[in-house]
């Protein structure tokens, strides 16, 4: 049962236009969550992040929402550059875990700005 | 800058050999983690370790093994390679306690075909 889920494996978007990129958990156990950009041939680098007692936190251009009722959670880009072409990760970690540290991630989706 | 090496790029290697993928971080940190990704799986845990000497499985550790002998190194040990098995190989790593939602720091991955 995959607990984190990117239902949309890629968006294309116009330079300047918003990129909103999704991510649905199923574990209810989950609270704190992460996203992380991957350009091809890089390892994927840490973006934002949310606390589940958050419902919103915002970083220059990019802002994620969390909605804990819908255990759904979204990534806003503002405005989308096309250097923000990659493949963005969905991750989640929950503190009662014992494994400290450990995250689950979603499959990724891959976004294009055109220019 | 925080590191995060591992000591190939590209590996190929022979159905049956074992191979070895090494993995160190310059950054202290207790926590290493080994993913490999796949086009459409996203990316997934294979082992994972807390502190030296300990380890514990993560989703997919079937055909594979792992030894942290000194913090700063995470090997990953695949026992008789197969060609499902090929794949790319991240290694992160991160701070423990009780901030689990602590970012993981990537490396750039190693890209293994097995023929």
């Known amino acids: 049962d995959q607990q984190v889920k990117q239902n949309s494996p890629s968006l294309s978007v116009q330079e300047g236009r918003i990129s909103i990129l999704n991510c649905d958990y199923t574990?209810?156990?989950?609270?704190?969550f992460l996203w992380y950009k991957k350009y091809p041939a890089e390892g994927p680098t840490f973006l934002i992040s949310?606390?589940?007692?958050?419902d919103k936190n915002e970083d220059g251009r990019f802002t994620v929402f969390l909605n804990k009722s819908a255990k759904h959670l979204s990534l806003h880009i503002v405005p989308s550059q096309p250097g923000d072409s990659a493949v963005y990760f969905c991750?989640?970690?929950?503190?009662?875990?014992?494994?400290?540290?450990?995250?689950?991630f979603g499959d990724g989706t891959t976004l294009t700005v055109k220019p | 800058d925080v590191k995060v090496t591992q000591s190939s790029r590209y590996l190929v290697k022979r159905t049956g050999e074992k191979v070895f993928l090494e993995c160190v971080q310059d950054?202290?940190?207790?926590?290493m983690f080994w993913y490999r990704q796949d086009p459409g799986l996203g990316l997934r845990l294979i082992y994972f370790?807390?502190?030296?000497?300990?380890?514990e499985k993560g989703d997919i550790p079937e055909g594979y093994s792992v030894s942290r002998e000194k913090k700063e190194r995470f090997s990953l040990i695949l026992e008789s390679a197969s060609t499902n098995q090929t794949s790319m190989y991240l290694c992160?790593?991160?701070?423990?306690?009780?901030?689990?939602?602590?970012?993981?720091?990537f490396g750039p991955g190693t890209r293994l075909t097995v023929l």
């Open positions: 949310i606390s589940s007692i958050k």
């Open positions: 950054m202290d940190h207790e926590n």
């Open positions: 574990n209810s156990m989950f609270d704190y």
């Open positions: 991750a989640a970690s929950a503190v009662v875990n014992t494994n400290a540290g450990k995250s689950t």
């Open positions: 370790s807390y502190d030296v000497k300990m380890k």
């Open positions: 992160a790593s991160s701070t423990p306690g009780l901030a689990v939602g602590n970012e993981q720091f």
